[in-house]
């Protein structure tokens, strides 16, 4: 009798184990009729769901966390994320346009529009201001977002904030916004800290003075290319690009003077594409001249080369000499004071 009573017991629990509450992600999308939307957390699709008559529903349940979760449709390049503060939450927009999708329900949301808001009012401000350097902006839109994770060293925003914008920033200053957030409390551990602090590991693996990481990628006919390899003898270049980056296919002219100039020197370029379709990399290439070797896996921002050099922004590039990293992210006239200086050494 007793172990019947003590069985029933555990059955009991176990039940009430598996009642966790939940809330409701509402989704209302336009332009998806017919597609599915992929609920994510961490980087793993917990859920999906097909849109009938652009709208989808997710039961969620609480969480002790407050993180960010993300929706996916097939064709966009990334997430959006957002936050629910463990509440019911309802998003709206367009899914020709995520970047301007809306979230209602979300204290934490709130906060984090408002800190988009302003950097976005701040960024058109110096753009429409032609006395401030485009250095000199840059620089206090980073302080914009330096500040406000200061400010808020608890708060899950702020965290996103820090991972969102690291590409601003060098490890030294990301370095100090963690050391303030742990400061302010030991124990926080979400997975914008987390991931900048991975980040920042990783980056200061691939400074200058660091040793090349290698890594073999296939070049438009399948060809593999091993960096190493390609660079024995030479000062090469690993440019990291992508064909619908603009700021990418602005900086081709300047690398493709670079190369035509010192070429015959010994100086070679590497360029590694955040391409997924090899039709418009191979376009790419052939408009804007550029006749070095290329690599892609294909995978967009998932590309694993990219990853091995904390690729957070194109574009990106490492100058390599002897197996080490000569320098880092070059560009204009210091692309080639620094390619005539290694090559006289």
Known sequence: MKKIVLYLAVVIMMASCNQQPTYKISVD??????????????????????????????????????????????????????????????????????????????????????????????????????????????????????????????????????????????????????????????????????????????????????????????????????????ADGKLLLVDFWASWCPDCRKENPNVVAAYQQFHDQGFDVLGVSFDTNKESWLAAIEKDGLTWTHVSDLQGWGNAAGALYSIAFIPQNALIKDGMIVARNLEGEELFKEIERHLVQ
């Open 29 to 230: 999308l336009a332009n998806t009729e017919g597609k599915t939307v992929y609920l994510q957390k961490d980087g793993k699709v917990l859920d999906s769901a097909a849109l009938v008559n652009w709208k989808a529903e997710f039961n969620t349940p609480v969480c002790t966390d407050n993180e960010m979760y993300g929706i996916m449709l097939d064709g966009w390049r990334r997430p959006f994320f957002f936050f629910t503060d463990n509440k019911e939450v309802y998003l709206e927009g367009d899914a020709q346009n995520p970047n301007n999708i809306t979230v209602k329900g979300s204290e934490s949301q709130d906060r984090l529009v408002a800190f988009m808001e302003s950097y976005d009012a701040l960024e058109a401000q110096y753009e429409a201001d032609s006395t401030v350097s485009q250095a000199d902006a840059d620089e206090i839109l980073k302080m914009h977002c330096f500040d406000f994770v200061w400010d808020h060293p608890t708060d899950p925003v702020a965290h996103y904030v820090m991972y969102r914008y690291k590409w601003a920033f060098g490890p030294c200053e990301l370095r100090t916004m963690i050391d303030n957030i742990h400061h302010a409390d030991s124990t926080l551990n979400t997975s914008n800290l987390r991931l900048t602090e991975e980040y920042v590991e990783k980056l200061e693996r691939v400074q200058a003075g660091q040793p090349i990481i290698d890594f073999t990628q296939n070049d438009p006919d399948g060809n593999p290319v091993t960096l190493s390899r390609l």
